[in-house]
């Protein structure tokens, strides 16, 4: 098992617009393809303008083949497309997790 752990930090102010944008057109789409997020949160305490979401995949082979299903359907490049055109996000960083030796996810 691995974890696809995303911060996005947005434009201040702007948090909940790209929230609303994402849950309409976005999430739907990643449901589909990725499955139910692991995780998505919004900070509360710190940078208020950053949001992190985590998505759980079998092995970077599942990742990888569920993401380029995603990324060939057009209704994904058209979300990605308002997000740019909104110019809401500043950065993203993406890691990818596998947990410790000694810890044993619930499958």
Do not use: C
């Not at 309409?24 to 990725?34: A, D, I, M, N, S």
């Not at 055109?85 to 996810?105: C, G, Q, R, S, V």
């Amino acid at each position: 098992m691995i974890v696809d752990h995303r911060t996005y930090t947005v434009r201040p102010n702007r948090v909940n617009d790209f929230l609303a944008l994402y849950e309409e057109h976005g999430l739907p789409l990643q449901r589909h393809y990725l499955g139910e997020p692991l995780g998505y949160y919004t900070t509360y305490i710190g940078n208020v303008s950053q949001l992190v979401h985590l998505w759980q995949f079998e092995s970077l082979e599942d990742r990888d083949r569920r993401r380029a299903a995603m990324e060939a359907d057009p209704r994904w490049h058209a979300f990605r497309q308002k997000v740019i055109d909104t110019d809401y996000l500043l950065e993203m960083e993406n890691k990818i997790l596998k947990p410790a030796y000694f810890f044993k996810p619930n499958a």
